[in-house]
């Protein structure tokens, strides 16, 4: 019997895990109302295209970031149910990965955004 998974064009696979982190994960959620909050600011703001293309590069990495962290904390739950130090290390490595791009991220958007607000006020 052909799996019709390998025939498939792998989008809604995809796509349903897009949505499947977006419905368990609460800090996913927490990256995606930042990414409406920051795209907001960036239309009122008149972002450049450079800015622009800094500002959408950025709030890919930590939304791959989060994503990424997850998929390794459910792989890790999935192969070690029981706590183990190993796993607990495992998963505040990933953790400290999605930390570091969002400390990254709140640094570009000081960058690019402290000096419009500046202008304003």
């Known amino acids: ?3 019709k998974r390998k ?3 792998g989008f ?4 349903n895990g897009i949505k499947e982190i977006a419905k ?3 800090n996913f959620r927490i990256h995606l109302v930042a ?5 907001i600011a960036g239309f009122i703001f008149r972002l450049s295209n450079v800015e622009w293309a800094i500002i959408v ?3 890919g990495l930590v939304l791959m970031a989060e994503v990424t962290n997850s998929a390794i904390e ?3 739950d999935y ?5 183990h130090p190993s796993a607990k290390i495992i998963k505040d490595i990933a953790a400290g990965a999605v930390l570091i791009t969002a400390v990254i991220a709140f640094i570009v958007a000081l960058i690019i955004f402290l000096p419009k607000m500046d202008s304003i006020f």
């Open 7 to 9: 025939s498939s064009i």
């Open 12 to 15: 809604p696979y995809a796509w």
């Open 35 to 39: 990414t409406i909050l920051t795209t």
């Open 74 to 76: 459910k792989m890790i």
């Open 79 to 83: 192969l070690k149910p029981e706590i």
């Open 57 to 59: 590069l950025t709030i």
């Open 24 to 26: 368990t994960e609460h």
């Open 1 to 3: 019997m052909k799996d």
